[in-house]
């Protein structure tokens, strides 16, 4: 596993304009994410909670400060390169799945594979082996719309892990669910984790979730604090 400073985070600030104001989002947040921790950011809507893990992603610009990941600037890397890094290195999970409907489990699993470079047979290869490990090896030529809640966020999950990626960053994953279909969503993503052993960051209000984490955050008013769990 890996232990040293994987991401580091320094004065990041975030604003925006509404109606000529200047609003604030995220306030000079400085933070450290260990190689290979699980680290849980609670707050209540509006906090920022998504904001930030948007930036983390490369998602979004900060309107000032530094992210960085094993030392190199985000900021230093031009558009393609920033691209190629968020596909290979960083995996997503959303609240709501964002599957394409038309497209079967199996075409919606190998899209980063495909947006990668990865010729297809491979991908297809990849995205068998990756649904077989969520538990939907049987469900591969099934749409979407055919699937339980659950199941089509173990294909959000699966398409999220397919690359391997060093990060995982999930926003409210089980916040759709209902709490037993969210508790094996849970244990997914925790289990697939360590096995690949992936750093996983969470952003949520359900301090049940943030209770399984190795280290838990607050986010309030734009600014982090140490919560005791």
Known sequence: MNRGTMIEVKNLTKTFKKNGATIEVLRDINIEIIGGESLAILGTS???KTTFLQILGILDQPTSGDVLFDG????ELNDRKRAEFRNRTIGFVF??????PEFTCLENTMMPALIGGIGRREARLRAEVTLTDVGLGDRLSHKPGELSGGEQQRVAVARAMLMEPEILLADEPTGN???ETGKKIEDLLLNLCE??????????????LAQRMSRV???KDGEFYDIEM
């Open 72 to 75: 190199v600037k985000v900021s």
């Open 195 to 208: 096995i690949k052993r992936s750093t996983l960051v969470v952003v949520t209000h359900n301090t049940a």
């Open 177 to 179: 669910l209902d709490t």
């Open 46 to 48: 509006g906090a920022g």
């Open 95 to 100: 609240q709501f799945h964002h599957l394409l």
């Open 217 to 219: 955050t607050g986010l």
